[in-house]
């Protein structure tokens, strides 16, 4: 399965530290949750990642604020690709590990 949508850059604003995410839209967040993936910690799911020329392993996270998952986005990343606050990002995600 992969999975590719555009959303907005955004930063959470809960720690002082500098947490940047971009939320995983409703369809597609639906999809992830109807993965039968074995329970992880925090209900998250691993994800091969790549946006731009950049790949990486992480994990999504699911969020009640957002309505659905979150994907965060590293520093080493967003530099590399030149994105900012509030910029429109281009994601395919692949879970990890599916059956």
Same mark, same amino acid.
């Given at each position: 399965m992969h999975l590719t949508f555009t959303a907005p850059l955004w930063q959470w604003q809960v720690r002082s530290d500098s947490w940047w995410f971009v939320t995983v839209p409703p369809d597609e967040s639906d999809a992830l949750a109807d993965l039968p993936l074995p329970p992880r910690g925090f209900g998250s799911i691993k994800v091969t990642v790549t946006v731009g020329g950049t790949t990486w392993s992480t994990s999504v996270f699911p969020s009640d604020e957002q309505k =659905?998952?979150?994907?965060?986005?590293?520093?080493?990343?967003?530099?590399?690709?030149?994105?900012?606050? =509030?910029?429109?990002v281009r994601v395919t995600l692949e879970p990890v590990g599916l059956p």
């Open positions: =659905g998952y979150v994907l965060p986005m590293k520093k080493a990343v967003r530099q590399a690709e030149g994105i900012g606050p =509030g910029d429109a």
